[in-house]
């Protein structure tokens, strides 16, 4: 199939159509409003179901419906109605039901703005609602990587049978690239989710609850899960950019790894040996290829849109023998490549040796 120029809402939609789902529930927010915007005019064209809900809340526990019923079936917000969709989103992962979850983020805190920020990963990674859960996170780089990731997000929810996130932003969402789509149709049978509740004739009922009212079955779910979790760690997913001599390691996801690449090409123009590590799954967190990336870099930078969140799960990751430094923007504000440049130049003048972070 030939490329296409969209922008990056709009391919993802279509790439979530392409990958078999035909349910969408969700509520206006931008800056990822043309996601419902292009679901709602070409869902019903291949049979496929678009509410607009009265709330965020709505939205989600129509997804739990949906998905327990075995639909593929995705919804999509922003900062403010992901955090509104917590409550359900943890339902939905003690039920362990699949779906997709798109979050285009957006500064806060609070309603904050609509320009682009990186400050839900805490939120996307750690589990934002109540209880101790995970969703996978998978966080694309550029609208190509969006179309190609959104159907593996989809596989991944019905394998693990549990939420998985795209973390994209809201340039992302806004900025229009050429892509190209997959022409393999995929349809998805409630044969295929022997569990799910699509009427008792000829079987025994099916049961999807989250609700454990006794603590011995409460926990016996939790530990379940837990495998489960752990289990997901075979799913890792990234980038590495010229780390191979690198003793400067620059470590961003999404647009923020995009400035970070320019500022590798920036750095290595200078003589300065700087690398990328592009984590595209954020859980489960790459972490030995962290490490691998990391061998004999003398300083690790991040770079991000938030005041240091993925920060702290880098430092974690290499086990504080690093230095581990943040360059971050926050409230809508973009780092730029000279910026990020200037604090390279900074650490690699430092002196300052490892262990010392």
């Not at 409230?331 to 972070?357: D, F, H, I, Y």
Request: proline letters at 5%; charged letters at 20%; one cysteine or more.
């Amino acid at each position: 199939m030939a490329k296409v120029l969209m922008k990056g809402n709009e391919a993802l939609a279509e790439a979530a159509i392409r990958a078999g789902c035909r349910y969408f529930f969700g509520y206006p927010i931008t800056p990822q409003n043309e996601i419902p915007q292009y679901l709602a005019r070409h869902l019903p064209e291949v049979g496929g179901v678009f509410v607009q809900a009265e709330s965020e809340i709505a939205a989600i526990n129509m997804v739990y419906g949906a998905a327990g019923a075995g639909a593929r079936v995705m919804t999509s917000s922003s900062g403010p109605g992901i955090s509104l969709k917590q409550e359900g989103i943890s339902y939905i992962a003690c039920a362990e039901l699949p779906c997709v979850i798109v979050n285009m983020q957006r500064g806060g805190p609070g309603l904050g703005g609509i320009q682009p920020a990186q400050s839900d990963y805490f939120q996307a990674v750690k589990g934002g609602g109540h209880g101790d859960y995970k969703v996978l996170v998978l966080a694309p780089a550029t609208v190509q990587e969006m179309v190609d990731l959104i159907g593996k997000a989809f596989d991944l929810a019905d394998e693990y049978r549990n939420p998985v996130m795209i973390l994209g932003d809201g340039i992302l969402g806004q900025m229009m690239e050429t892509v190209e789509f997959s022409t393999e149709k995929i349809e998805i049978s409630n044969s295929e989710k022997p569990w799910a509740t699509t009427g008792a004739k000829g079987r025994k009922p099916n049961l999807i609850n989250s609700l454990f009212l006794d603590p011995v079955e409460l926990e016996k779910h939790n530990l379940h899960l837990q495998l489960k979790f752990e289990s997901m760690a075979k799913e890792v997913l990234w980038e590495n950019y010229q780390t191979d001599d690198a003793e400067l390691i620059l470590v961003g996801y999404g647009t923020s790894a995009r400035i970070a690449k320019a500022v590798v090409d920036q750095a290595r123009a200078l003589g300065i040996k700087a690398g990328l590590f592009r984590p595209i799954s954020l859980f489960p967190f790459p972490k030995d290829a962290l490490q691998e990336a990391c061998r004999q870099a003398k300083h690790v930078l991040t770079v991000e849109m938030s005041m240091g969140q993925l920060v702290e799960d880098v430092r974690y990751n290499l086990e504080f023998k690093i230095p581990v430094h943040l360059y971050g923007r926050v409230g809508g504000m973009v780092p730029t490549a000279r910026a990020v440049l200037e604090e390279v130049k900074r650490w690699v003048s430092s002196g300052e040796e490892a262990g010392n972070a």
